[in-house]
């Protein structure tokens, strides 16, 4: 097994409420990708395997990432985020929850919104909760199997199932771990007999010094 590094797709559309409309980067999403880059290649950080989702936002991020890897980016449509403003609107619809307009919003409604989910409770989801779990394990763990180390541009969403599915999360934590997750963060797996271990959390040494500070988003 090798070692997976996970990360998040630069800023995207803020302003948007439906899910094409936020699949694009913005201005500071793609500054984000290239400042972790360069950051990358300082540290000689070198890939023998990289993948990206077939989103818009996820490929963007990586060109402006280019990292230093031995392949072309693989597609996979594995690593999508879940559709979460179409089930946003669903839950309005049909609980009457309405969709957040800013992240203090969304640190409530989105718990509300995967419990519902997770229950069965939102008719004419795009997929069930279980699907998006085992797609999201499946494909960790395939890329896993590879050989040499990965990296990986996918979704803050997809990124806090990883964390579920490998470190057994319950609800709520699963819910937090989504909503800390910052744009172009990264997110280390380390292979064990046992199976995957998270080794690093929502890093982003590329946005640390005090003038880059501004650009730690999470929408």
């Known amino acids: 097994m090798s070692h997976v590094i996970l990360i998040?797709?630069?800023?995207?559309?803020?302003?948007?409420?439906?899910?094409?409309?936020?699949d694009r980067l913005s201005e500071l999403g793609w500054q984000q990708s290239?400042?972790?880059?360069?950051?990358?290649?300082?540290?000689?950080?070198?890939?023998?395997?990289?993948?990206?989702?077939?989103?818009?936002?996820?490929?963007?991020?990586?060109?402006?990432?280019?990292p230093d890897s031995a392949a072309d980016p693989i597609r996979d449509p594995r690593l999508n985020e879940l559709e979460y403003f179409t089930m946003a609107q669903l839950f309005a619809e049909q609980h009457g929850q309405p969709v957040p307009l800013d992240r203090e919003g969304f640190i409530h409604h989105l718990p509300q919104l995967f419990g519902a989910w997770?229950?069965?409770?939102?008719?004419?989801?795009?997929?069930?909760?279980?699907?998006?779990?085992?797609r999201?394990?499946?494909?960790?763990?395939?890329?896993?199997?590879?050989?040499?180390?990965?990296?990986?541009v996918t979704s803050g969403g997809l990124i806090g199932m990883a964390m579920r599915v490998t470190m057994r999360l319950d609800m709520a934590a699963y819910a937090h771990a989504c909503l800390a997750i910052k744009n172009t963060s990264l997110h280390g797996w380390q292979p064990l007999a046992t199976g995957l271990a998270l080794t690093q959390?929502?890093?982003?040494?590329?946005?640390?010094?005090?003038?880059?500070q501004f650009a730690q988003t999470h929408l």
């Open 8 to 22: 998040r797709h630069g800023q995207a559309n803020t302003t948007a409420r439906d899910e094409g409309s936020y």
């Open 34 to 66: 290239r400042w972790l880059g360069e950051h990358l290649r300082a540290a000689g950080d070198r890939f023998a395997r990289c993948y990206t989702g077939t989103l818009t936002r996820h490929i963007e991020t990586c060109e402006g990432i280019a």
């Open 118 to 134: 997770k229950d069965g409770l939102l008719k004419g989801a795009p997929e069930s909760f279980d699907g998006f779990e085992n």
């Open 136 to 152: 999201v394990g499946e494909a960790l763990h395939e890329i896993a199997q590879g050989d040499g180390r990965a990296i990986v």
């Open 201 to 212: 959390f929502n890093a982003t040494p590329h946005l640390e010094t005090p003038e880059r």
